[in-house]
């Protein structure tokens, strides 16, 4: 790591990547059987048979008629029907696949199944039903159907100018889950969320789906079947803390029925005790604080929380603050300052170890308010610290966000910080709990955790 008491230069600019040649559109011509992707919202992953009868070329299009679908014209003789016609782009038309590739029944194979006069993308679930039937499930619906063996394909990507298969394609190095991963997965009623349920990745399947277990039961203490999921409607499992006192309104997730559900808190009573509202139903029902814990939704990769009822007090001047830096060099770390005033909605902070240029002033910057947090709470440590605990580390005048990569006694600990691939031994009383200032209230990613309002 850089001593802090350099001066913060911006990060260099990153080289020009390297442009990759773009393949030449796929050339079709009056006459070509074809398939269309839409890409209209409720018609992602179904491939429309049709035939091309023109082509244009600025944007590059073609007029296509459809196999499956009529429409009705009228002529001097009245209304009649005709074959469904459209313009659609290049880029979502591909030719007909191979009519003799082997059909796709295997356990988890990803599928084309014919509805509707479309084949859809989904996920054989095989198990070979009565009557040469195949059940296949579609993780975005969460629908599972019954198909004639006929009316199931291997499904294939057409990729510059090859038909790929699944089995043949690297998953996705995008894929944020992989076999063992914790997460909770969206119970549906209609499209609204209204609960989560805890379960563990079994495997990924292509690009977007994964198979989970669940790690809880029905309410009549059945088993939940295992399942096959789409990345949106699962996310990581959320930080385990909560604040010390909920308050009315709060938007909050309640744990009943072996899942959190969506609410708000109506009524608080003593001995951190509360009324719960689940936001699916009109039933209120009393739990205490260990069953509650803020809402936040896992949007874009990050953690967002739902409830405006925040606390929204300003930092005091005078009052000791830590302070954060996006620059090079400088992310994952806090630095100890106070907070000398307010300007144009930014904070001028005096830190306490980081100095000016003569190296004996103490340095002063005005920092957006958003950079800016209270002091963390003093947590007890009294047992140690445990393998892979999210810790700060005292370093280069500041608390640099790091985890236990090895404990080397109880006063000895190996810290790995992920933003510089670095490990460093630090002693006890360099360390300490590592602690998120969110929503005017700290939480700390850890099971068994005390929290601070």
């Known amino acids: 790591m850089r001593s802090p008491r350099l001066?913060?230069?911006?990060?260099?600019?990153?080289?020009?990547?390297?442009?990759?040649?773009?393949?030449?559109?796929?050339?079709?011509?009056?006459?070509?059987?074809?398939?269309?992707?839409?890409?209209?919202?409720?018609?992602?992953?179904?491939?429309?048979?049709?035939?091309?009868?023109?082509?244009?070329?600025?944007?590059?299009?073609?007029?296509?008629?459809?196999?499956?679908?009529?429409?009705?014209?009228?002529?001097?003789?009245?209304s009649s029907i005709c074959p469904l016609r459209d313009v659609v782009p290049a880029s979502r038309v591909r030719p007909r696949p191979p009519p003799d590739t082997p059909r796709g029944e295997q356990e988890h194979a990803v599928v084309d199944a014919f509805k509707g006069g479309a084949w859809w993308v989904g996920v054989a679930l095989g198990g070979g039903r009565a009557g040469g039937m195949v059940a296949v499930c579609f993780p975005e619906t969460r629908e599972v159907v019954e198909f004639d063996a006929a009316d199931v394909r291997p499904h294939l990507e057409w990729v510059a100018?090859?038909?790929?298969?699944?089995?043949?394609?690297?998953?996705?190095?995008?894929?944020?889950?992989?076999?063992?991963?914790?997460?909770?997965?969206?119970?549906?009623?209609?499209?609204?969320?209204?609960?989560?349920?805890?379960?563990?990745?079994?495997?990924?399947?292509?690009?977007?789906s994964v198979l989970v277990d669940y790690n809880c039961s029905k309410s009549d203490g059945s088993a939940l079947p295992k399942e096959i999921i789409h990345l949106n409607h699962i996310r990581p499992c959320p930080p385990h803390a909560s604040s010390f006192s909920f308050r009315i309104n709060d938007e909050v997730e309640g744990f009943q029925g072996n899942g959190w559900w969506l609410g708000v808190i109506t009524e608080v009573h003593p001995e951190f005790s509360y009324t719960f509202q689940p936001a699916h139903s009109g039933k209120e029902v009393q739990l205490d604080q260990k069953t509650l814990r803020l809402r936040y939704d896992w949007i874009d990769g990050q953690w967002q929380q739902v409830s405006q009822n925040v606390l929204?007090?300003?930092?005091?001047?005078?009052?000791?603050?830590?302070?954060?830096?996006?620059?090079?060099?400088?992310?994952?770390?806090?630095?100890?300052?106070?907070a000398v005033k307010y300007v144009n909605n930014k904070i001028l902070v005096e830190y306490d170890a980081l100095k000016a240029d003569d190296e004996i002033t103490p340095l002063t910057e005005t920092i957006e308010v958003q950079h800016v947090r209270p002091c963390p709470p003093d947590i007890t440590v009294s047992s140690g610290f445990n393998l892979l605990d999210e810790v700060d580390a005292c370093w280069n005048d500041g608390w640099w966000v790091g985890v236990i990569s090895k404990v080397i006694s109880d006063q000895r600990y190996m810290v790995y910080f992920r933003s510089t691939g670095e490990e460093?031994?630090?002693?006890?009383?360099?360390?300490?709990?590592?602690?998120?200032?969110?929503?005017?209230?700290?939480?700390?990613?850890?099971?068994?955790?005390e929290a601070w309002g």
């Not at 919202?41 to 244009?56: E, I, M, Q």
């Not at 929204?312 to 106070?338: L, M, P, R, Y």
Request: aromatic share 10%.
């Open 7 to 78: 001066r913060r230069q911006p990060p260099p600019p990153p080289p020009a990547a390297a442009a990759a040649a773009a393949a030449a559109p796929e050339q079709f011509h009056a006459g070509d059987a074809v398939e269309v992707l839409p890409d209209e919202p409720g018609y992602r992953g179904a491939h429309f048979a049709a035939s091309v009868t023109a082509s244009h070329p600025n944007p590059r299009s073609y007029t296509v008629v459809y196999d499956a679908f009529a429409a009705a014209a009228d002529g001097s003789g009245g």
């Open 161 to 208: 100018g090859e038909w790929l298969s699944p089995e043949k394609m690297e998953i996705s190095k995008t894929m944020p889950y992989t076999k063992g991963s914790q997460v909770e997965v969206a119970k549906l009623e209609g499209n609204p969320v209204v609960a989560w349920f805890s379960a563990i990745v079994e495997k990924a399947i292509w690009k977007n």
């Open 312 to 338: 929204t007090e300003k930092i005091g001047e005078g009052s000791k603050v830590e302070v954060t830096s996006n620059d090079e060099g400088f992310c994952g770390a806090w630095f100890q300052a106070t």
């Open 424 to 449: 460093i031994e630090f002693g006890h009383e360099q360390l300490r709990f590592h602690c998120d200032w969110v929503g005017g209230r700290w939480m700390r990613a850890s099971l068994g955790l």
